[in-house]
Each structure stands twice: as structure tokens, then as C-alpha cells.
């Protein structure tokens, strides 16, 4: 057997990768729980100097961790829902980050609402949003749906920067910051003096506390999607995913679920704007470009649609790996590149693969659900593409 | 024969990256090292200052010009072994807000500066303000121009340049004065730069009688055409243009195409930039007039302080000092200043910072308690034979 050492790499990772999944599976559910509280621990130690001073030498670990880290961390959980998940080419997710950006900023501004409720209204007007854009558009399929999705993130930012009464090109300013607590005492010991964090301050100095915010949104949101992807609507979207027809006919009412999808992936979009936006006190439209609905998607992609620890993994490189190299000036993005290349190359399924997803791969149903319906995936032969 | 090229172009392309990554950190290496033997044998104390703005980004042009006048100031300063030492520590935000706030806590908690140049854009200094004004590190931008940045109330933000709200008026004060335009189109690119400073432009210009025809342009499109077909039935004796360079080269080029032959062009600092002349050809670009807060030092001027500052700066980087090269330049020269009478604390820096008049390159600077300067020259430049050259004074330059 002629095999090149690229597959052969590709494989025997592959192997351990299904071992180690394997392993996993067969897990009590105590022993995972372990884990679980060990991964929100670590998280919640995270931002500490120690690790820093080689995560991010020529930046301040603490800070991006909540911005790109953190943030592109929680946009991947949620755009996963709809790409990964339901299987829908969402190239416009900026657009629900930037309406509950500009929900925070207008109604924080203006009306000078609690950031708890400026929260949960954010998080409506992105689920109604979301639904806005799907009710017209979901009837498309493939890459006609990326195209219009494509679209309206670029409608919202344009209509941002042209509406005067929000701002126009200039943004908003003095967003304000969430309520602080400034005391907090335990059994009369004062905690600030024991671990010289303030969890509850919001300030500008010390982004610490926007991080542990950050942390129990993406805890909350995972918790949420996981529990969405195991149960009868997880199942839905994965037939949608499969074949949309066969699913239609099947019985299942593809056109809602896929409303559905697109609301959860915006509302979580939109939480994370309304997060971002109190912490960074001003933005303007030119905050929400393109390019970061195409970092976040490629975050996903590479990280291994379809699989959460996989997807936060991915946007976890993605957004980490400009960082760390910023000493290197200008050759950053084309080492950044070459990772990514490299990493299509090795990894084409993405870092963790799911596996459902990538047994589709390998049938030759392509990546991104009924967008690649015709192209092979990187492990398929030709003739089984043209028996299709 | 496919597999075979694949792997050749793996390892290509792995070797490529490698070559290049040894390459830059070669780069980085050579770059550190003088520094740190200067620090730890000649003097016993260094401060740190730093410099932040899109050093690499799109819009770099305008922002590495200041960074070499600054730096020229440090270097000339440590020339003189002082008691305590600088070091430029560069921050590259690319213009980006957001990347902006986190390399300010760089600097505050790692590198522990005591003073900022920059940022740069008025984008990232609305997000970093907050922050250095609640570290209290003083800092001066040298090309930050957007009119609500003073109004925040910070005590440790200066610019030593005049903002939007006096160019505009400075400009439109020209096209209205010596130019005695009556009937005059103001177009903006509709960006946080362009659309305020157009703004400014049509205020002052309706003040003075004069007719302001509006309209606004999306830069991204390369195609103008509904604008000038506009401009072209409304015959205007002056065009205003707010935005880049880009964009203005452009608009310029098919104006003149269209047959818009004899409305003087104007546009403000976004778009004084050779780009300008290469934009719009060089035969439309000619007297076109672009007013600007800043003062460019032209090979013909006869001032010694400004001959001595352009000619070290050519000496340096074999290039004639460009857009807000003479601002960074005095931006750093305050905080060279402060160290001298021997403030090396950021508190005192900023105290020194309040009350320095001093005469720079490029003005007189003094700072006003809201941290802006006190000088309010707009400059008007003119392209003649294909080169941009220095007018005057908006309120004393004359057409030629």
C-alpha cells in the first residue's frame, strides 16, 4: 500500500484522536463532571501572569483573553450552531454581534438601563433579527444563503455608519460599564485582599473581570448548545444537514428548525456583542467588518465544525496565533497563513473533528452540508464523487 | 504524479515559512540588542515611552512619518548621556480599536511607560483614553484630529495639533476668502474622519454666503460617477473633498475626466499624500489644494530650527519629512523635555506636560486644560509641477 506521509500522518492521528474519543464516550458521567469543573477552574486561572509572559509577550495576556481570545471563542460556540450544526453558510454573523453591540451601546447610552436587562433585551433583538434575515432567506440553500448572508452583515454595517441618529461614522461613545460590586466579603474575610482580583469591578484598567463575565457566558452557552444538540432538535438539524430533502420528507419541518438555528446562533452572537461593547466604551461601524465573520467561520472550520471543544479550540488558534507572534512585525499574518495552511493540509476535517461530520467528509458529501454536495471531500476517490 | 507534488509543496511551503520566521526573529533580534546594551552599561536608569499607531496597517503612511520624528528626538536625547535614559517601545494597533486597548495595558502593566505617543487615529484613542487616563500615563498623539476626543474631560490626553473643527473652518475660511468661491460642492467619504470634517467645511462655508451643494461617496466603490455627474450640473466654482487620499485621487481624476475643468479641488490632511498626484494623474492633479493642521517642512524653508529638523530627519531616513513628521516630532520633544528638568514620574511628566511652552517645529506648544494645543494654524498646500508644495498659512496664503 502506496500511502504519502501526509495521509499517513493524517491517519494515524486520526487513530489516536478516535482512541482518546473512544475513551471519552465510555466515561462515567461523575468523571466527567470532574473535568468539566477542572476546565472552568483553569479557565478562571487563566489570566495569570505567569502563563502570560509566554502566551503573549508583546501583549497584555489579560486583555486578549476577553478581546479576540475570548470573544471569537464564544461567536465560534454560537456560529457552530448554525454552520456546524444545522449546516447553513452563515458568511454575515458579524451582523448579530454588531446589533447587540449597538443594542448595549444605544440603550445603555439613551436610556440608561441595568446591563443585566441591556443583556436579555440584546439577546431578543439578535434572536429577532436572526429571524428577520432567516424568514426570507432560509429558503435558499448552499452557497445562495452565504451570499445573502454575506449581504446583510454588510447592510447592517452600512446602514450603521449611515444613520446619523446612531451615531453615523463617528459610533457611540460612553457606553456604560456594568454595575460594580465593590464589596465582597466571605465569612469576614475580604476577598480582594486574598486574591488582589476585584471579580466584580468593571473599569477600564483591569479586564480581568469582563473575562470571568465572559467565562459564565460561554459555561452558560455550552451548557445550552450541548444540551440543544442532544436532543430532538440537535437531531433535526443534523438530517437538515445531511440531506435537507430527504429530512423534508421525512417529516421533519426543516424551514423551522433552521429558523430556529439561526436565532440561537444569533442571540449568542448578540450576547457576546452586548458583552464586548460595555467593556470597550465606544464603537463605530467600522468594528464589524467582514473579515471577522470570515476569521470566526474559519475558526470553525478548521477547528472541526459540528464539534464544541473542537470549535473553541480553533478560535482559540485563530485568534491567539497573530498575537503571539506580533514581535515578528510584518511577517506575523504569513506565519499565521502558513499555520493555517498547514493545518488544512494535516487536518483537513479541522483540529477535532466530529465525528458524524467527518464520517459525511469522507462519503464525499464535501464540508459544509449541502453546499458541497458535489465536491469530494480529502479522503474520497474520484469514482465514488461520480456515482453520485 | 499527484501525491508527489503535494508533498514537494508541503515541504516547500514548511520551508518557506520556516526561512521567513528565522528571518523576522533574526530582524527582531538585531533590533533589540542596542538598546539593551545601552541600558545596562552606559546609564543605570532607563524610562520607557511609548509610540502607538498602525505601524504596519493600511493606513501605516501617515503614522510612520510621526514615529521617525519621535524617534529622532529620543535618539539625539540619549546622545547627550542624560541621568535617565529613553526607550521607544513601539505599539503596533493597525488602527484597530480593540487591539488598541490591549496593547495600552501592555504598556501600562508590563512595560510600565511613563508616557504615550499616539494612538495615532481617533478611533483607538476613544478606547484607549479611558484607560491611560485611569492609569494616569500621560500621553500626546501628533495626528489624532477628531473634535470630541478633548471633550471627555481627561487630564492626561493632549494632541499638539488643532482638530477637525479648526480645520474646517480654516479651510472653508480660504475657499470663501482668497479663493472667493460662490458657489462651492462639498462631498464627504462618509467615515468618522471624512463626514465631520465635510461637515465643518459646509457650517463655515454657509456662514459666508456662499452656495453648498452636498452629496457623499462610499470609498470601497471605484466608480464615482453619480457624484460627478452631479458636480458637473451644478458647476461649482470649488470642490470640497473629506476623506483619504484614495478616494480623492480618484473622485479628481474623473471629475477632470467628465470635463469639471476649471472648480478648484480642495480636500483636508486625509488626502496630503503623493497618493493624491499618482491617483488622479499628475496633469488633473496639478494646483489642487489640500489644507492640512499640520506643518510639513519643504526643502526650501529657510527657518533654522525647521531647516535643522529636516535635514537630521533626512540625514536619518533618507526621505524628506513627511505628513506629521514635524508633530511627532514635537510631541516627543515635550516628553524629552519633561525628563530633563528631571521628571521621570508619569504624574509629574503630565503636571510638566501642563505647563510647557516651548517653540516647536511645528508651532508654538502649549496646552490647553482639555489637553489640546493652543496654536490654531491650518496650512494650505498646493501640487505644482507634480510635487506637493507649501502655501502658507490658511488665513495668509495667497493663490499663485
Redesign the interface.
Known amino acids: 500500500m502506496k500511502q504519502?506521509?501526509?495521509?499517513r500522518f493524517r491517519e494515524q492521528f486520526g487513530r489516536y484522536g478516535d482512541v482518546m474519543h473512544d475513551r471519552w464516550l465510555n466515561t462515567p458521567g461523575w468523571q466527567r463532571w470532574i473535568l468539566y469543573v477542572v476546565l472552568i477552574v483553569g479557565a478562571l486561572l487563566l489570566p495569570s501572569e505567569s502563563i502570560g509572559s509566554f502566551m503573549s509577550p508583546?501583549?497584555?495576556w489579560?486583555?486578549?483573553l476577553f478581546?479576540?481570545i475570548g470573544t471569537y471563542v464564544v461567536l465560534a460556540i454560537g456560529l457552530n450552531v448554525v454552520v456546524g450544526q444545522a449546516g447553513l453558510l452563515d458568511l454575515g454573523f458579524v451582523a448579530f454581534y454588531a446589533v447587540g453591540g449597538y443594542a448595549m451601546a444605544l440603550i445603555g447610552t439613551e436610556l440608561g438601563w441595568n446591563f443585566w436587562l441591556i443583556l436579555l433585551a440584546g439577546i431578543g433583538i439578535c434572536a429577532l433579527s436572526g429571524i428577520t434575515l432567516g424568514g426570507p432567506t432560509l429558503r435558499l440553500r448552499g452557497d445562495y444563503l452565504a451570499i445573502v448572508t454575506l449581504g446583510f452583515g454588510e447592510i447592517i454595517r452600512i446602514t450603521a455608519?449611515?444613520t446619523d441618529s446612531i451615531g453615523?461614522?463617528?459610533?457611540i461613545?460612553g457606553i456604560p460599564h456594568p454595575p460594580s460590586i465593590d464589596e465582597l466579603n466571605v465569612f469576614g474575610v475580604d476577598l480582594y485582599d486574598l486574591l488582589g482580583v476585584k471579580f466584580f469591578k468593571y473599569?477600564?484598567?483591569d479586564?480581568r473581570p469582563y473575562y470571568y463575565l465572559l467565562v459564565a457566558l460561554a459555561v452558560i452557552v455550552i451548557i445550552l448548545v450541548k444540551r440543544w444538540e442532544k436532543s430532538r432538535v440537535g437531531r433535526a438539524w443534523a438530517a437538515i444537514r445531511e440531506d435537507e430533502d430527504a429530512a423534508e420528507v421525512m417529516g421533519v419541518p426543516t424551514f423551522r428548525f433552521k429558523m430556529l438555528a439561526f436565532a440561537i446562533g444569533a442571540s449568542i452572537g448578540g450576547a457576546m456583542g452586548v458583552l464586548w461593547a460595555s467593556k470597550?466604551?465606544?464603537l463605530?461601524p467600522?468594528?464589524f467588518q467582514f473579515l471577522l465573520s470570515a476569521t470566526i467561520l474559519a475558526a470553525v472550520v478548521m477547528g472541526g465544525a459540528g464539534n464544541l471543544p473542537g470549535v473553541m479550540l480553533g478560535a482559540f488558534v485563530v485568534a491567539w496565533l497573530p498575537?503571539r507572534f506580533?514581535?515578528?512585525?510584518?511577517?506575523?499574518m504569513?506565519?499565521f497563513g502558513?499555520?493555517l495552511?498547514?493545518l488544512m493540509?494535516f487536518r483537513p476535517e479541522g483540529l477535532l473533528p466530529s465525528r458524524q461530520r467527518k464520517a459525511e467528509l469522507k462519503e464525499g458529501a464535501g464540508g459544509m452540508g449541502t453546499l458541497g454536495a458535489e465536491v469530494p471531500g480529502p479522503e474520497s476517490h474520484g469514482e465514488e464523487v461520480a456515482s453520485k | 504524479m499527484r501525491p508527489k507534488t503535494a508533498r514537494l509543496g508541503g515541504v516547500l511551503a514548511a520551508g518557506v515559512a520556516l526561512t521567513l520566521g528565522l528571518a523576522a526573529c533574526g530582524d527582531g533580534g538585531t533590533d533589540a540588542k542596542p538598546a539593551d546594551g545601552g541600558s545596562s552599561a552606559a546609564a543605570p536608569s532607563t524610562v520607557k515611552i511609548g509610540f502607538m499607531g498602525d505601524l504596519t496597517g493600511p493606513n501605516a503612511g501617515i503614522v510612520i512619518p510621526p514615529r521617525n520624528g519621535a524617534k529622532l528626538v529620543f535618539d539625539e536625547y540619549n546622545k547627550t548621556n542624560p541621568a535617565v535614559k529613553v526607550e521607544l517601545v513601539e505599539y503596533d494597533s493597525q488602527g484597530d480599536p480593540s487591539k488598541a486597548v490591549a496593547l495600552a495595558q501592555q504598556a501600562i502593566k508590563t512595560d510600565k511607560v511613563v508616557g504615550l505617543l499616539g494612538p495615532a487615529f481617533s478611533g483607538e484613542s476613544a478606547q484607549v483614553g479611558p484607560v491611560l487616563e485611569e492609569a494616569q500615563i500621560p500621553s500626546i498623539s501628533a495626528s489624532a484630529t477628531n473634535t470630541k476626543l478633548a471633550e471627555n474631560g481627561w487630564k492626561f490626553w493632549h494632541r499638539v495639533l488643532p482638530n477637525d473643527s479648526v480645520q474646517g473652518p480654516g479651510i472653508a475660511d480660504f475657499i470663501a476668502g482668497p479663493v472667493a468661491a460662490k458657489n462651492v460642492f462639498v462631498i464627504d467619504d462618509k467615515s468618522e474622519y471624512g463626514k465631520p470634517l465635510a461637515d465643518a467645511v459646509r457650517g463655515q462655508l454657509a456662514t459666508k454666503g456662499a452656495k453648498v451643494t452636498n452629496d457623499s461617496l462610499d470609498p470601497a466603490e471605484s466608480d464615482y460617477s453619480s457624484v460627478v455627474n452631479k458636480v458637473a450640473a451644478s458647476k461649482p466654482d470649488a470642490i470640497f473633498f473629506g476623506g483619504y487620499y484614495a478616494a480623492a485621487g480618484n473622485l479628481l481624476k474623473q471629475l477632470r475626466d467628465k470635463g469639471v475643468k476649471d472648480a478648484k479641488f480642495f480636500s483636508g490632511d486625509g488626502s496630503l499624500d503623493k497618493g493624491l498626484i499618482d491617483g488622479a494623474g499628475a496633469a488633473n492633479a496639478e494646483g489642487a489644494l489640500v489644507g492640512c493642521p499640520c506643518y510639513i517642512a519643504t526643502p526650501d524653508v529657510t527657518d533654522a530650527k525647521v531647516k535643522g529638523f529636516a535635514d537630521a530627519y533626512k540625514a536619518a531616513y533618507s526621505a524628506d519629512p513627511a505628513i506629521y513628521a514635524a508633530e511627532g516630532y514635537d510631541a516627543a520633544t515635550v516628553f524629552a523635555e519633561a525628563l530633563k528638568a528631571g521628571n521621570t514620574t508619569p504624574d509629574k511628566i503630565n503636571a510638566f506636560i501642563g505647563t510647557v511652552d516651548l517653540a516647536g517645529v511645528s508651532k508654538q506648544v502649549k496646552f490647553a486644560p482639555n489637553g489640546e494645543v493652543e496654536a490654531k494654524d491650518i496650512y494650505i498646500y498646493q501640487v505644482k509641477n507634480g510635487a506637493i508644495a507649501l502655501l502658507g498659512k490658511a488665513t495668509e496664503a495667497k493663490l499663485g
Do not use: K, M
Open positions: 504519502n506521509l501526509q495521509a508583546y501583549t497584555d489579560a486583555s486578549i478581546f479576540p455608519r449611515n453615523g461614522p463617528n459610533g461613545r473599569g477600564v484598567l479586564p470597550v466604551i465606544s463605530n467600522n468594528d498575537e506580533r514581535g515578528l512585525q510584518e511577517y506575523r504569513l506565519i502558513a499555520v495552511v498547514a493540509i
